[in-house]
């Protein structure tokens, strides 16, 4: 693997320009001051309850992510590029599920094979010809993004469910904020703290009817959940009720929440809910997680639910290597941002290249997430890599496989001082009924190990403040 | 608003008091049963607690009769338990759990209370304490309240979120005087012992004390402590916050204020009114006439079955 590109000092240690004052400023700061600056925002995400949960771990239920306090720096110009691209990408998903959900077009002109969507665990059958409002499917978006040069971003992954993580890109911000003010009087960042508005623009902007003020709701599974204290957070700066499945009830084909006043009608769902979960009469008969009915509200057209039922046909990682075709298929362009090279392991002569070339290059699984299940080739020793083989062998269609890209790195404050570390970024891409927004920037995850390439939470993967710079 | 987090609110608030009202039967009891006996001090001070504290019946499963209840036992039993729901250790578990479950509909500073004293409550060992440390723990938890109580009363909106989690704290404040009360009403009956006596004198004490009421008694009354004028002060005089008289007096008016927000009266409202009028227009020679005892369980009933029509009404 070659020398991977460093954000801040490229390759040759020339600083970047984007770079320059935060280097100044690093230097001038005593690595003490910054460990106790770490450590004071620490306490602070303690102290607010900014945890998250790793299923599986005992004694564990609440830990912290790791935060880091060296920003991660884009220029508007890169920041320019991401943004069209994403919508773009967001765009092209939309269509895609629309398409598979109804005429299957897609699929008739052969550019995506059919089983990808029939045999497909997140295909649901119920939303066939199932019209949605304002035909919009994927209304959230989370697009994992890696780089590895000045001029080279890929896109790694589709998040088109219920992508997670916008929490910590505003909490990181105000941290900052609080810590740092220095260090923003000398650069201009572009503010995130109008996601908020930015979401509820768009969820009420997605009201299945016009006339009233829609009321808005986050569905929840509950405190346990990996991800609640961010559930709550949204809620929180949306001014919405976050309910959990038993607060809302199904009458006549209309959604109710329970309120100290009796029922009130509810319009849309953000819910961060996984499909099987939703109606135990529709999916999983023994979710009690969900609400019984809410599907045929669905299906009625009296309740939105965002993002849409069934848009996981959309993000798996076999699906993920037809992006570029798909793109062109719907949109009549090039992809803006380009996909990792992807082997498909279902094709038999991508399985063979695969299978011979094992230790250099990562394996996932198509529907796996959270960085588990993978096969990073050059970090596996023989009888791990020998493992997967089998594995690879019995089930091929389970598994695509890409290069072992150099993923780029920033400075990162570690216990020997500042060093880089590999990062990704995860921007969120909202689509309303009137039109997309992203807010500059996104979550900045680093693998807080040296030369770790899995930046995941669950994998003790950390997180910066992402900056998009305003000139 | 959701009935659920009304729901948890109130139940946040209930939580944060029982835990208080526990931290100070503890403290008496201590105070008690190390004061000797020809002052008034008892041998069974710790079974009382046992009984004010409403955990009985699993205490004596797990310990073996009241009148032999020990000190250890009695102090793990109350304050740091996973065994008995009401533990104070548990109180802090299941007042956090319904504070993350409400985040959204509680101010930051109410919620850095609740998290920053469950965080802390790992710091005391899990072992039997010492005194000392048995005493900065109690001191731990009053103050959590006292933060808890002024978050509250500082940073909340005056809306129907405020309006239950007051209601919560009142009835808990109210049932946990009245089971005080309950436990030791023989010992403010005129007819046992001579009244004024040096041995009842503690036990009267450590009543107030137990309600933190001990100096208010004096600028009250500006009179020596006699039996029947701490049941007045616990149970009738409005100016002492811990009285049956004064919960009832903001339980009506928050329940009422819920009412006109909703723009509707029900069963839980005319409750509280009646239970209220009950206090406003008696003096303590009627009650003790009728029966102190007789009142107090009807008190402690009547209470259970507002807490029923309260959740009956808005919180199902």
């Known amino acids: 693997m070659r020398q991977a590109f460093d954000e801040m000092s490229s390759t040759n240690g020339h600083v970047r320009p984007a770079y320059e004052t935060l280097k100044q400023w690093l230097s001038t700061v005593p690595q003490d001051v910054l460990d106790h600056r770490r450590k004071e925002a620490e306490y602070i995400f303690r102290r607010i309850g900014i945890t998250f949960a790793v299923y599986g771990e005992q004694n564990a239920q609440e830990r912290l992510i790791p935060f880091d306090i060296v920003p991660r720096i884009l220029t508007k110009d890169e920041w320019g590029r991401l943004s069209k691209g994403l919508e773009q990408r967001v765009k092209a998903l939309n269509m895609y599920i629309r398409d598979v959900y109804s005429k299957r077009e897609v699929l008739k002109a052969g550019v995506v094979p059919e089983d990808l969507v029939y045999k497909n665990p997140a295909f649901r059958p119920e939303m066939n010809g199932q019209r949605v409002p304002h035909d919009l499917y994927v209304h959230i978006a989370g697009i994992d993004i890696v780089r590895t040069d000045p001029d080279t971003f890929y896109v790694l992954e589709d998040n088109a469910r219920t992508p997670s993580g916008v929490s910590y890109m505003l909490e990181n911000r105000e941290i900052m904020l609080r810590l740092f003010p220095e260090l923003f009087s000398m650069h201009k960042v572009a503010p995130v703290e109008n996601y908020a508005d930015d979401l509820l623009a768009t969820l009420r902007s997605l009201s299945p009817h ?26 929180d700066k949306l001014g919405v009720d976050l309910v959990e499945g038993r607060d809302l ?19 849309v769902i953000y819910r961060r809910l996984d499909d099987d979960f939703l109606d135990p009469l529709a999916f999983r008969p023994d979710s009690v997680l969900g609400v019984p009915g809410l599907m045929s509200a669905y299906q009625a057209g009296n309740v939105t639910l965002t993002n849409a039922v069934g848009t996981g046909v959309a993000d798996d990682k076999a699906v993920y290597s037809y992006m570029p075709e798909i793109i062109r298929f719907y949109l009549g362009e090039e992809p803006l941002l380009p996909n990792v090279p992807t082997w498909r392991c279902r094709e038999a002569d991508h399985l063979k290249y695969v299978l011979e070339h094992l230790p250099e290059l990562v394996v996932k699984e198509v529907h796996g997430s959270g960085g588990y299940g993978m096969l990073v080739g050059p970090a596996a020793d023989k009888a791990q890599i020998e493992k997967f083989r089998e594995k690879l062998i019995a089930d091929p269609g389970n598994f695509i496989a890409q290069p072992t890209l150099a993923l780029s790195t920033c400075p990162t404050l570690v216990e020997q001082g500042i060093a880089p570390r590999h990062v990704d970024l995860r921007p969120f891409i909202l689509s309303g009924s009137d039109k997309v927004r992203i807010v500059p920037g996104g979550l900045t995850r680093v693998a807080m190990k040296e030369g770790s390439l899995v930046v995941n939470s669950s994998q003790g993967g950390g997180t910066k403040d992402t900056w998009v710079l305003d000139a | 608003m959701l009935s659920r987090t009304a729901d948890n609110l109130y139940w946040l608030s209930r939580y944060v008091e029982r835990a208080d009202c526990l931290a100070r039967i503890l403290d008496v009891s201590q105070r008690l049963a190390y004061t000797p006996v020809t002052y008034g001090g008892s041998t069974n001070e710790w079974g009382s607690a046992v009984l004010t504290a409403g955990v009985s019946d699993l205490f004596t499963e797990r310990y073996g009769p009241l009148e032999e209840a020990k000190e250890e036992q009695v102090v793990s039993f109350l304050a740091f338990e996973a065994e008995n729901p009401s533990s104070i250790r548990n109180c802090f578990e299941v007042a956090r759990t319904n504070a993350r479950s409400v985040r959204t509909a509680l101010t930051s500073e109410m919620w850095e209370v609740i998290n920053t004293a469950w965080i802390e409550l790992r710091n ?20 959590t309240s006292l933060r808890f109580d002024g978050a509250t009363f500082r940073t909340m909106l005056r809306n129907d979120a405020y309006w239950f989690s007051r209601c919560g704290a009142q009835l808990e404040r109210s049932d946990n005087t009245a089971r005080i009360l309950d436990v030791k009403y023989h010992v403010l009956l005129p007819e046992k012992e001579h009244v004024g006596g040096p041995l009842d004198y503690f036990q009267w004490a450590s009543i107030l004390r137990s309600v933190s009421a001990l100096t208010a008694f004096h600028w009250v009354y500006r009179d020596s402590v006699k039996p029947w004028l701490v049941a007045d002060l616990l149970i009738l005089n409005r100016q002492m916050p811990r009285s049956l008289a004064a919960c009832y007096d903001n339980l009506a008016r928050n329940l009422d204020d819920i009412a006109s927000a909703y723009g509707r009266q029900g069963p839980s409202q005319r409750l509280a009114r009646s239970m209220l009028a009950r206090l406003t227009n008696r003096n303590i020679e009627d009650i003790f006439q009728t029966g102190l005892h007789e009142f107090i369980s009807g008190f402690i009933s009547d209470n259970n079955k507002l807490g029923a029509e309260i959740k009956e009404q808005y919180l199902t």
Do not use: W
């Open chain 1, 249 to 267: 009830f199904v009458k006549d084909g209309i959604v109710f929440m329970r309120t100290t006043e009796g029922p009130k009608r509810v319009d």
């Open chain 1, 210 to 235: 016009g006339g009233h003020e829609p009321n808005v709701v986050i569905l929840t599974p509950g405190i346990y959940n990996s991800a609640y204290y961010e559930h709550s957070f949204l809620a």
């Open chain 2, 124 to 143: 005391f060992p899990n072992r039997a304490l010492t005194r000392d440390e048995l005493s900065r723990f109690l001191a731990f938890v009053k103050e």
